[in-house]
């Protein structure tokens, strides 16, 4: 192309094309997210269809896999080369770390006129800022910490939903009598954690929880009350089967949803696929906070954050976090993902069951401070602190001979090891 | 061949160079040269670009802020990068030795005028033309205790048939050689083959002759002339074998636990998903490092003994 | 003496029969992934969730096929994989095509043209075969920025023609060294160029390696996912991102049957080129580049 150039018709030639080309591509938005199952792409194109109507353009740079990992690598090519999208689904403490390097973009125009201070709730509305200022959007609020459960075993093995740890183990004893598995799980890294915090919450509770999943005190994570609560997490091994290690976290579902198992702690995602059976909220399956956190509720909030950019880009920067927050968007997006909308003045008689009792716990929890955020799901500590204590975690759920004692220790020096 | 005729201008050997001739005798290096500056930018500058990473404490993006060898030793204290490597020990001997052994196996078998050879080897052959993103999902099926062989062969009466590596901690890492051996065997297998086909046929009927049996044939006559195709392979296997990573992230993910990680997984999770760039770029060196102690005394021994043979 | 032609002929035939057993049974276990996949596409969900894997469907059906090739979602574009193709072989094609060309050349030089210290170019090159992609993939990503290639298709092209010189220098160095250098040194004698030299005697009979080169790289290049995805924009994703996207859903359903289907028509590409050139493949082996 450097070699045409030079002759001044060629010249004129591209001058022209990048015209016509910038003006064909007016102030459009490139976002990089991994909503990428049916339900979830569905919902999202919602949003590029408000962007749409206002006469903004939506380039869809889609990468899934691992949770988002996979969308991360691409995100961190992209900055090293100098060319980030505008937006990307970037959520928790990672927000920070993308605001320390310098290549986030503000938002309190879009934030002062929408009111967001007043709108969003104020655990979430900390999250979106960097330095004081909104670099981010919130679109959705997943609470973590659920139970979800096969109505039609719980009643052949003759037991309620329980409702707390030591009620769980004792109706999975019921439950595997009359030959079925009481606890579906994938044995990944992130669900070991996601079940391990839950256990730590329901077992220690709300202040111990921040203690030492979020402030990462060494006391708290070296404590006799970590042990214990490793103790019983490992005790719920015996409540799975054995084939669990690598399974998806779908695929346990679906063993609820066929009846091969009773019930499975997972987040609010899981009704996606209870949904996609064909199987209703409450009749066909039932909900419960996980035993013995009925207080608590784990939060996940995914977000997109805004990169640095300028001119007609970050006009249409700007129509998309306003449009995030809409109510059209918000209601279609959350009810397809299964979570609550991230403005709780929304009217939630349109949700299920579930997400209904999920806005309450939500309001009810961020009152009485039993609101947390999720270490399995990236919310509460930055990406090397979370991997490292995963790998504590699963080791520890996986191998038969490690004891509590030396688990705990571990998590002391993963904790400072990465700081 | 009617170069000669063609010729404008002979140059024979000791006539003084003309500019033209310099060129000519210019020309290969000049060929040569975009390659080599490539692979010294693209492969050893970015060997050197990670090595100095290796030496900063950069975190979710390059940062030039060094702390020396503090990665390093962060590394040697980590249980997981033991478990990695070690894995990849067991992994890649158990993975280049199997291929070769069944690549080969196959590949004598596939030699004695078999009728649908064709068939047969395109079979053999297209495990490799498939990526792991998807057939990853499949082996995972397939080892599952409960969802793929076990529970099939249970179903055919033999229910105390046990096939449960997938899950074990201390097996897994060996599933990972079943799929991989799956994939690459076909390749090695047409290596071998060709190898075959390349052996000159009067060598064998004289052995034949002097009344040498079939498998001594094979040992002594047959396996030596394979010499150069078994380094090909090891080339090739090695290369797959370090590089494992699809085949992994889509069918254990790592576990149980950590217990099948390989460096290839335990460098790209420290660097791209716990932005910890500076211990990621510190495992990648020590790989390089592994790789490097292995393939140059290989390689050294191999032309070597070529030359002199 | 009968009894001895027959008993042989019993031996051979037990022989044969078990040849063909192992044959057959080693085909088994390489087709046994692909049955699974094949079976699994045409089942529809509900039968999969339910029955065993290599359960043939009660009630089969192409839906999926369909859905994968035109509708299914990779993020918000509903379109399948149908339209990643052209991403693909944009890539591809070009890719595969300099690679050769170069690595041609390169074989050549290093072989017939020798000269103080070639080997060691040989062999350093060689070293780039075992470089592990995820270590380039910063680093390449600021020399992307730095050339203004990022997010470009040029930029993915570049990218792979880099790292897949190493290879097929590899195999044209290891066939043109099983040449008679008798030709070339005459032809030398003569007075012929570089160029001349390779375009008259060298690649006619090239034919073979050619096809080993371009089947190597067209399967690398088809089924590389870490570049693809690390390097390219939102119009610009090869065929195994659209297919990553398709079959690895965070938090949402999947459609395995869907999957499958798309799995098989994105490995489409690569199984015909076995599956036709599988013969000129292994003929192309033989004709040299495992001789070393």
Not at chain 1, 77 to 99: H, T, V, Y
Not at chain 2, 112 to 137: C, H, K
Not at chain 2, 211 to 218: D, H, V
């Amino acid at each position: 192309m450097n070699a045409f150039k030079k002759t001044p018709f060629v010249l004129a030639a591209s001058l022209a094309g990048a015209l016509s080309l910038s003006s064909a591509h007016a102030a459009e938005v490139e976002v990089l997210h991994w909503w990428t199952s049916g339900g979830e792409a569905r919902a999202a194109n919602v949003l590029k269809e408000l962007m749409e109507a206002e006469g903004y353009g939506w380039q869809d740079f889609a990468v899934a896999g691992g949770g988002g990992e996979t969308a991360m690598t691409v995100l961190k090519s992209r900055a090293m080369s100098g060319n980030p999208p505008s937006a990307a689904q970037i959520k928790g403490p990672e927000i920070q770390e993308w605001g320390e390097l310098g290549l986030l973009g503000e938002l309190d125009g879009v934030a002062e006129a929408e009111g967001w201070d007043t709108l969003l709730p104020p655990t979430v509305a900390d999250i979106m800022r960097h330095d004081g200022q909104y670099v981010a959007v919130p679109v959705n609020v997943h609470r973590v910490n659920w139970l979800w459960a096969n109505p039609e075993v719980l009643e052949a093995a003759g037991v309620a939903m329980p409702t707390t740890l030591d009620e769980l183990f004792a109706a999975g004893e019921a439950i595997r009598e009359a030959g079925y598995v009481p606890l579906a799980h994938g044995g990944q890294a992130w669900q070991d954690a996601t079940v391990f915090e839950t256990v730590l919450l329901a077992t220690a509770g709300t202040d111990f929880y921040r203690q030492a999943l979020v402030e990462l005190d060494p006391e708290a994570l070296g404590s006799a009350t970590m042990i214990e609560a490793l103790e019983t997490f490992k005790r719920l091994r015996t409540l799975m089967d054995d084939d669990m290690p690598g399974r998806d976290w779908n695929i346990a579902t679906s063993m609820v949803i066929n009846g091969d198992a009773a019930m499975q702690l997972m987040g609010d995602w899981a009704k996606g696929e209870f949904t996609a059976a064909g199987l209703t909220a409450g009749v066909d399956y039932l909900c419960a906070a996980a035993p013995g956190t009925q207080d608590a509720f784990t939060f996940n909030i995914d977000s997109l954050a805004m990169f640095r950019v300028e001119g007609e880009e970050r006009e249409a920067q700007q129509a998309l976090a306003r449009l995030v927050l809409e109510p059209t968007f918000q209601e279609a997006f959350n009810k397809a993902k299964g979570s609550i909308p991230a403005r709780p003045d929304l009217d939630m008689s349109e949700f299920d069951t579930c997400a209904q009792r999920s806005q309450e716990a939500f309001r009810q929890t961020a009152e009485q401070g039993g609101l947390v955020p999720s270490m399995a799901h990236g919310m509460a500590v930055r990406a090397d602190v979370q991997g490292a204590l995963f790998d504590v975690v699963t080791n520890y759920f996986n191998s038969p001979d490690l004891e509590a004692e030396e688990a705990a220790r571990r998590m002391v020096n993963a904790a400072q090891a990465v700081l | 061949m009617s170069l000669s005729s063609s010729l404008a201008r002979p140059a024979g050997p000791g006539t003084r160079r003309s500019p033209a001739a310099a060129l000519q005798a210019w020309l290969p290096k000049l060929v040569l040269a975009p390659s080599v500056a490539i692979s010294l930018f693209f492969v050893y500058g970015f060997m050197l670009w990670t090595f100095v990473l290796s030496l900063t404490n950069s975190r979710m993006l390059p940062s030039y802020e060094f702390v020396g060898f503090a990665q390093y030793a962060r590394l040697m204290a980590n249980d997981r990068w033991w478990v990695a490597s070690t894995n990849l020990v067991v992994f890649g001997g158990l993975f280049v030795a199997i291929c070769l052994a069944l690549g080969l196996l196959l590949a004598i078998l596939l030699d004695q005028r078999i009728r649908q050879e064709g068939a047969l080897r395109t079979v053999y052959l297209y495990p490799m033309a498939l990526s792991f993103i998807v057939t990853g999902v499949v082996w995972k099926w397939l080892l599952n205790p409960g969802l793929g062989i076990q529970a099939m062969v249970r179903g055919w009466g033999f229910e105390s048939f046990t096939f449960d590596w997938l899950v074990d901690p201390d097996m897994a890492v060996y599933t990972l050689v079943i799929a991989a051996v799956w994939q690459a065997s076909g390749f090695v297998m047409a290596l071998f083959l060709a190898g075959l086909r390349g052996i000159d046929d009067s060598i064998i009927k004289a052995a034949q002759l002097d009344g040498a049996s079939l498998p001594r044939i094979y040992r002594r006559v047959v396996l030596p002339c394979l010499r150069p195709v078994v380094f090909s392979a090891v080339m090739i296997l090695a290369h797959i074998a370090i590089k494992s990573f699809d085949l992994v992230v889509a069918l254990t993910g790592g576990g149980p636990g950590y217990a099948s990680d390989l460096p290839a997984t335990f460098m790209y999770a420290h660097a791209f998903t716990r932005a910890q760039v500076g211990l990621g770029s510190a495992s990648a060196m020590l790989m390089l490092g592994g790789v490097l102690a292995i393939l140059i005394p290989y390689l050294y021994s191999e032309l070597r003994s070529r030359r002199h043979g | 003496m009968d009894n001895v032609i027959r008993r042989r002929t019993f031996g051979a035939r037990l022989g044969r029969f078990t040849l063909y057993a192992v044959l057959v049974l080693a085909a088994l276990f390489y087709l046994l992934p692909l049955a699974v996949m094949l079976i699994t596409s045409v089942k529809p969900l509900g039968e999969i969730s339910a029955g065993s894997l290599l359960a043939l469907p009660q009630s089969p059906t192409l839906a999926p096929w369909l859905k994968a090739w035109g509708e299914a979602c990779t993020g918000m574009r509903c379109e399948g994989v149908g339209g990643y193709f052209w991403n693909s072989i944009a890539i591809v094609v070009p890719a595969v095509l300099i690679s050769t060309v170069i690595g041609a050349l390169n074989g050549y030089a290093l072989t017939k043209w020798r000269f103080k210290g070639s080997e060691l170019l040989f062999a350093l090159t060689l070293f780039g075969c075992f470089i592990p992609f995820q270590v380039v993939l910063l680093p390449m990503a600021q020399t992307l920025g730095w050339l203004g290639l990022s997010s470009s298709r040029a930029g993915l092209i570049l990218v792979h023609v880099v790292f897949g010189i190493a290879f097929t220098t590899l195999f044209f160095r290891n066939f043109y060294v099983a040449v008679p250098s008798e030709l070339v040194s005459a032809a030398k004698l003569d007075g012929a160029g570089f160029f001349r030299i390779f375009w008259r005697i060298l690649l006619p009979v090239s034919a073979p390696i050619i096809v080993v080169s371009v089947i190597w790289q067209f399967t690398q290049i088809w089924n590389d996912f870490l570049f693809g995805v690390a390097f390219s924009a939102h119009d610009t994703q090869p065929v195994t991102v659209a297919l990553n996207n398709l079959v690895n859903t965070s938090t949402g359903v999947r459609e395995y049957n869907v999957d499958m289907a798309a799995t098989m028509i994105a490995a489409l590409p690569t199984l015909l080129v076995y599956v036709l050139a599988g013969k000129y493949f292994v003929r192309g082996l033989t004709a040299g580049s495992v001789k070393g």
